[in-house]
C-alpha cells in the first residue's frame, strides 16, 4: 500500500471508530457488533504500526493506555473548580429561592441536574481535539491526568460537528454500580480484597501511575459544564445540549436528567422524583444540583467566598438506624468467594425494609468486632445495599461470642481456603460446588 493510500485508510478507519465509539458508549446504541469493531480497530493499529508517520496521540487505539506516568504535572485552573453550598431539605431550597430574588428582580429559569457521585474533572478541547484533563485539586490548581482520562471511551479524542475552537468541559468520572460489581467478584475470585464503594475505586483508578491498569476498569462521565470564552448561547442548558452534538456525553442523552424550570415547585417535582428513583440508575447519585441558566444573571449573582450563589446541591437524605444482628449467613458467589450477610431484626430505612446486610468479608466483620446478638448501626443512602458502618458496644449482651468465620462452604462442606495477604475466603470445590455452577450458568 502506498503511503498516500495508507493515510486515506488511517483517517476513514479513524473517522468509523470514532462514529462506532460515540455510538457505543455515549449512545448506548452499537451499530455493529464487537467483533467488527475489534477488526477495524486491529487494521488501524497495522496501518499506523507499519506508518509511523501518520501517527496521532488521539487515534482511536490510543484508548489503551501507554506506559507510566511518573509525575502528574500540576497545572492551574484557568477557571477555578469551585464546590456547592449543600441543602437537605425543601425549606432550604425556599431559602435559596429568597436569596435569588433578593440578588435579581429578573425572572428566574432552574436548571435541575442530578448530583454525579464520582470524581471531579475538567477537559480542555482545542481545535477539536482533547488536550488535557485536569483534577479538581485544590481547585485552583489540579493534577494533569490525561493519559488516564483518554481511556474512558466516552469521552471524545476527537468532536464532532461544529465545536467551539477552545473550551474546557466539567464533569464527573465514575465507575458504574455493574462495572463495580463485576470488579469486586474478580477481585473476591482472585482472593484480593474487594472495594467499599463506586467512587473511592474511581479516584484510586485515576490516580494510578499505569494508564494500561486504568484502561482494564471500566470507568464513565457525564459532562455538565463548559466554559470559555465567545460561548454559543446565552445560557447554561443550550451551550451544554449543543455540546451534546459534539459527540460529548452530557445530561442531555437520557430524559429526565437535565430539566429546565421556571417555577421552583418544578424543580421539587425533580428533586422528589430522583429521590424514588435514584436506585434504578446504573450509576451513583448523591443529590441533585440547581442552577440560575442565564450566564448573564450567573453573574451578577456572583459568588460568596466559597460558592457560587447561583447554584446549589441538594443531598439525599442517608438514614441511620440501630437494629440486631440475629444470625450470620454465608453466599457463595460463581467464583467460589464467600460473603457473610448479617440476618437483621427487620427496620425501616428511607421507607424500605431492610433485613440483611452484606458484612463483606472475614477482616470486616473482625475490624468492627461484629457479633451475634450485638446492636448495629446500619445506613441506607442511595445505594441499593445497606451498610453496616458499626457496632453499639454499650448494648452488647454478655454472653456475645466473637465471630468465628465459617471454615467449611455452607453448600457443599469443602474446606474453605484462604490465602496468604487475600481478604476473601473461597470453596475451591469449583467442579461440585452447587451455587458456584448455577452462578455460572446464570453469568454465561
Ligand atoms: S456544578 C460552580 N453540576 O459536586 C459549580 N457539580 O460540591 C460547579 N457534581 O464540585 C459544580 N454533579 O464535583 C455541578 N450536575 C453537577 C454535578 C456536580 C456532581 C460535583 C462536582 C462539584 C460538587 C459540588
Known sequence: ?????????????????????????????????????????????????????????????KRVGSGITTNFKQIKHKYPMLSLSNSYSKEDILDFERRLKKGTDKPLEYVCELKYDGVAISITYKDGQFLRAVTRGDGITGEDISANVKTVKSIPLQLTGNYLPEFEIRGEIFMPKNAFKALNEQRAAQGLETYMNPRNTTSGTLKQKDSSKVATRTLDCFLYGIYGERLPHKNHYQTLKEAQHWGIKTPFIAEKFIEKHNSINGVMDFIEYWAEHRTHLDFEIDGVVIKVNDYSLQEELGFTSKFPRWAIAYKFATENKSTIVESIDYQVGRTGSITPVANLTPIEILGTIVKRASLHNAE?????????????????????????????????????????????????????????????????????????????????
Open 1 to 61: 500500500m502506498s503511503a498516500e493510500q495508507a493515510k486515506k485508510t488511517i483517517e476513514l478507519l479513524r473517522d468509523e471508530l470514532r462514529a462506532h465509539n460515540h455510538a457505543y458508549y455515549v449512545l448506548s446504541k452499537p451499530l455493529i457488533s464487537d467483533f467488527e469493531f475489534d477488526q477495524k480497530l486491529k487494521q488501524l493499529e497495522q496501518l499506523e504500526h507499519d506508518f509511523p508517520e501518520f501517527a496521532d496521540e488521539n487515534s482511536p487505539t
Open 364 to 444: 470486616q466483620i473482625e475490624k468492627l468486632d461484629i457479633r451475634i446478638s450485638d446492636t448495629v448501626f446500619v445506613e441506607k443512602g442511595g445505594e441499593i445495599i445497606p451498610k453496616v458502618t458499626g457496632v453499639d458496644l454499650s448494648k452488647r449482651k454478655e454472653h456475645a461470642q466473637q465471630t468465628v468465620f465459617t471454615t467449611h462452604c455452607p453448600a457443599c462442606q469443602t474446606e474453605l481456603i484462604k490465602l496468604e495477604g487475600q481478604a476473601n475466603h473461597y470453596c475451591p470445590n469449583t467442579e461440585g460446588c452447587k451455587p458456584q455452577i448455577l452462578g455460572r450458568i446464570n453469568h454465561f
